[in-house]
C-alpha cells in the first residue's frame, strides 16, 4: 500500500457539514487526481492537478474544492453544496498528467446522514 | 472530448474459458490505452496497458488489442480463474484527458 495513501478508509459526517479527504503520495508525481465512485458505476473526475498552486475542474466539480499547496498532497473537500457526498473517493496520482498510469490510493468511503 | 464506452456492462464465464472486454473511444487523438481491475472494495490497478505505436500486447494470460482506425480496443483473459472475478475498467487517454470507460464486472463460474 506504499506510494499513495488516503486517509480515513471510513467517514461519517452530518448532513450540512464539509469535510476533507486526505490524499499522500511519495513517488514524487507531479499529477494528481480525485474520483468519486457510486455503487456499481465507473470514475468520475472531481478535480485534477497537473503541478502545485494549480488544479482544474473535472466532470463533477460542484460542490467540491481542492488545494495543491505541495507537491505530495492534494486534500479534496467535500462542502454542503454537494447534493449526494456519500460516496467511495479515490485519488490517483501519475508521473505527468495525460497518458500516463495512474496510481491509486486506497480510496476513501464518505456516508452522510 | 473523450467520450469511452465499453461492453458488456456484466460477464459470466465458466472457469477455464476465455473473456473478452471491448471499449470505444472518440478522440482520435488520444494515444493511451489502460486497463484496470478493482476487485470490490479495493482500489483499480494497472493489470495491462498499450499506447498507440503497438496493435497488440500480451503479459501471460491477458492481452490487449488495439485499432487505431476503428478506434477501438479489447482485453482478452485467456483460461480464466476464479481470481480473475472483479470489474475492469478501459481508459483513454491523449494529451491532458483520461477518461475512463463504465466497466464490465467479470464472474468467473467455477
Known amino acids: 500500500d506504499g506510494g499513495i495513501t488516503q486517509s480515513p478508509k471510513y467517514l461519517f459526517r452530518k448532513e450540512g457539514q464539509n469535510v476533507t479527504l486526505s490524499c499522500e503520495q511519495n513517488?514524487?508525481?507531479?499529477?494528481m487526481y480525485w474520483y468519486r465512485q457510486d455503487p456499481g458505476q465507473g470514475l468520475r473526475l472531481i478535480y485534477y492537478s497537473q503541478i502545485v498552486n494549480d488544479f482544474q475542474k473535472g466532470d463533477i466539480a460542484e460542490g467540491y474544492s481542492v488545494s495543491r499547496e505541495k507537491k505530495e498532497s492534494f486534500p479534496l473537500t467535500v462542502t454542503s453544496a454537494q447534493k449526494n457526498p456519500t460516496a467511495f473517493y479515490l485519488c490517483a496520482s501519475s508521473i505527468v498528467g495525460g497518458a500516463y498510469e495512474q496510481y491509486f490510493g486506497p480510496g476513501t468511503r464518505l456516508t452522510v446522514t | 472530448g473523450e467520450n469511452v464506452e465499453q461492453h458488456p456492462s456484466t460477464l459470466s464465464v465458466q472457469e477455464g474459458d476465455s473473456a473478452v472486454i471491448k471499449c470505444t473511444y472518440s478522440d482520435s487523438a488520444s494515444n493511451y490505452f489502460p486497463w484496470y481491475k478493482q476487485e470490490l472494495g479495493k482500489r483499480p490497478q494497472l493489470i495491462i496497458d498499450?499506447?498507440?505505436?503497438?496493435g497488440e500486447k500480451k503479459d501471460q494470460r491477458i492481452a490487449v488489442t488495439l485499432n487505431k482506425t476503428a478506434k477501438h480496443f479489447s482485453l482478452h483473459i485467456t483460461e480464466t480463474q476464479p481470481e480473475d472475478s472483479a470489474v475492469y475498467f478501459c481508459?483513454?487517454?491523449?494529451?491532458?484527458?483520461?477518461?475512463f470507460g463504465p466497466g464490465t464486472r467479470l464472474s468467473v463460474l467455477p
Open positions: 481508459a483513454a487517454s491523449g494529451g491532458q484527458n483520461f477518461v
Open positions: 498499450i499506447r498507440s505505436n503497438v
Open positions: 513517488l514524487n508525481h507531479d499529477a
